[in-house]
């Protein structure tokens, strides 16, 4: 019975928002709205005000993130886009004009606060193994879920903090560990800003020859890419790998974490040439899945997840990775695991 009750509240909640979406599409496709004017104008404002209104007052009082009234607002803006006549624009314009930007600033607040709040909970709380974007991951599933929203807003939020807000020095404590200091990965990221840097000016100008719009979104994109290597370059100084009491938080930048509990790592040992195995799979804190300046390998009793950026994941049995103080890294997790 209670499997039952929880199926007809679920076609309750979903299926009553979307009764009056798919009604509201078979109206706008069918002769009544060019005869009648107003009914186009209603069928509007049930796409982008009804339908959200009546998925928030279903999911009010349960564990439903409101925030998910939103995506329910954006389907019903874009079939209204698609569908609908034109004398109906004007309505929907003052809707993107006035209406969206109060949803998106209502979101961002919201999505910005939880994240402060945590940023300020880690950090009263002094847990050396937290760091921004771990909370701001958090935070996001909080409000959405573990979904590729979540982690695509954790994602951009924590690579617009490191490029742009995380100036502060950071002190390396005892049981943390850097990886980029041996390996010349910030040089390289350096070179490859500055190479992008000047293609993206000069592609710029020959595109704008041919057309303006063009250039100015490859200028954009060439740019995101700039904030984001850059955005990773300052979070390898400040996001170091981690050995506490029962885990082992390492870190690559904003590539890749992974979290493993001290019992589930059966051997650690210095290895710098290439791990091959048929039936065990090897990861990396990479981009690649090779890698080709580790020094470390660590073994595991059960595979474990590499979480790597906008919600990417691989398993392993085996990790590669460079660690700069590999003798010290060895050692301590060999006593205690041993």
């Given at each position: ?7 007809r509240s679920e076609l ?136 590729k929203l979540s982690v ?187």
């Open positions: 019975m209670g499997i039952q009750r929880l199926i309750l909640i979903y299926g009553l928002p979307l009764f009056v979406i798919l009604s509201s599409v078979f109206l706008a496709l069918s002769p009544l709205t060019q005869a009648h004017p107003d009914l186009a104008i209603a069928v509007l404002y049930d796409l982008t005000l009804t339908a959200p209104l009546v998925y928030f007052l279903l999911i009010r009082k349960r564990k439903i993130s409101k925030l998910t009234v939103v995506p329910v607002f954006i389907l019903g803006v874009v079939i209204a886009t698609f569908l609908l006549p034109e004398n109906v624009q004007l309505h929907l314009s003052f809707i993107k004009a006035y209406v969206a930007p109060i949803v998106e600033l209502v979101v961002l607040s919201i999505l910005i606060r939880k994240i402060y709040t945590g940023v300020k909970t880690f950090k009263s709380n002094a847990k050396p193994a937290s760091d921004f974007y771990i909370t701001s991951r958090a935070s996001a599933q909080e409000l959405f879920g573990k979904s695509f807003l954790s994602s951009e939020i924590a690579m617009l903090y490191y490029a742009l807000f995380s100036w502060k020095k950071k002190k390396r404590r005892a049981n943390e560990f850097t990886n980029y200091k041996d390996t010349g990965s910030i040089p390289l990221a350096g070179g490859l800003i500055m190479v992008a840097l000047i293609e993206t000016f000069a592609l710029h100008l020959l595109l704008m020859r041919w057309s303006t719009i063009a250039a100015w979104v490859l200028t954009g994109i060439s740019l995101y890419s700039v904030l984001l290597i850059f955005g990773h370059i300052r979070a390898l100084t400040k996001r170091l790998s981690v050995l506490t009491d029962t885990e082992l938080i390492l870190k690559n930048g904003l590539i890749a974490d992974i979290c493993i509990p001290l019992g589930e790592i059966s051997k650690v040992e210095l290895c710098a040439t290439e791990v091959q195995s048929k039936h065990l799979k090897i990861g990396t804190l990479g981009l690649s899945k090779t890698s080709r300046d580790h020094n470390v390998a660590l073994h595991f009793k059960t595979p474990q997840t590499i979480e790597k950026f906008y919600g990417f994941t691989e398993e392993c049995h085996v990790l590669v990775l460079h660690i700069d103080d590999k003798n010290n890294f060895v050692d301590r997790i060999d006593q205690i695991i041993d």
